[in-house]
């Protein structure tokens, strides 16, 4: 990569009528690195592409930091800050319902340092369409294009949740295509109140059901909220949406026990809707 104009000796301005803040500039052109890599770099990379000194590199990097422009993972590289996807939300087309949906899940994955997950509904169920993994050696996320559970996955309950009886009923009963129809009917009464409380409380939760440790927090997203006049849209509630608003889109955040303790849900909850309100997403 071509490095970065050095703004070190430069004056600060380039026209006598037009004044400027060189190190705002210099912080910028820094910012402008990580952007053009669109990776994580280590420190002394980004200072090679400044033409700078490290140390003084490190200065503009903790000052960009504090801002959230950009952060520091654990094995020391430098990468983009949650403020950068905010900014680049602005220039996104309101209609275009995956690059939204992409933004947020990359906000949310930031702030929770956890795998994100984008599923949408087809007729043969939820399918993973896009997924950001986090800055962790172990890869919890499922496959893009894989097909998600009904019935053990918080992506496919929650799918399940907001769907019809006449369309949830037999991919469900496929899934327990091994169980004795006595029994079958008892795990749908168990699934329709499992139903009834994700409506309720407008997510579904999974703690180790798919893999022992991993937990999942899916949030519902309604198709109406993402296009439009969103002014002019009715309030969509849990009961309204079964009835005529079908989920097509959902995102799901996938950590260990660690990172997601099911004790936190109500809060890790709030967080995921603060950061989808912001897109105009929940």
């Known amino acids: 990569m071509p490095a970065a104009e050095n ?9 006598k009528n037009q004044g400027g803040v060189q190190s705002l500039e210099i912080g910028l052109s820094i910012l402008d690195v990580l952007i053009d890599r669109n990776e994580p770099m280590m420190l002394k990379d980004i200072a090679e592409a400044m033409q ?3 140390a003084k590199c490190h200065r503009y990097m903790v000052s960009l930091i504090r801002k959230n422009y950009a952060r520091q993972l654990n ?3 430098y ?3 949650i403020r950068v996807n ?3 939300h602005n220039g996104v087309s309101s209609n275009n319902i995956l690059e939204r949906l992409t933004h947020a899940a990359n906000e949310i994955k930031d702030i929770l340092n956890c795998g994100v997950q984008i599923a949408k509904w087809f007729s043969e169920g939820p399918i993973i369409i896009q997924s950001v993994e986090p800055d962790s050696p172990i890869s919890i996320i499922t496959r893009i294009g894989s097909r998600m559970p009904l019935t053990t996955s918080a992506t496919g309950q929650l799918f399940a949740s ?18 004795d129809e006595a029994i079958k009917v ?4 168990n699934f329709t109140q499992l139903q009834a409380k994700i409506r309720t409380h407008g997510y579904a939760t999974v703690t180790g059901d798919m893999v022992m440790g991993i937990n999942a927090i899916t949030i519902p997203i309604i198709v109406s909220q993402l296009t439009g006049d969103i002014a002019s849209q009715p309030t969509v509630t849990a009961e309204s949406a079964t009835q005529s608003l079908p989920l097509e889109y959902a995102i799901t955040v996938i950590g260990t026990t660690e990172q997601l303790p099911m004790s936190e849900q109500h809060n890790v909850v709030k967080q995921i809707l603060a950061i989808a309100q912001r897109y105009r997403l929940a």
Do not use: C, F
């Open 75 to 77: 094995d020391g590289r």
């Open 186 to 189: 008892e795990q749908w009464r």
């Open 79 to 81: 990468g983009l800050g």
């Open 86 to 88: 905010a900014l680049s």
């Open 162 to 179: 907001y769907q019809s009886e006449e369309i949830i009923q037999p991919l469900v009963m496929a899934e327990w295509h091994a169980s």
């Open 52 to 54: 700078m000194h490290p």
């Open 7 to 15: 703004l070190i000796d430069k004056p600060a301005t380039t026209n």
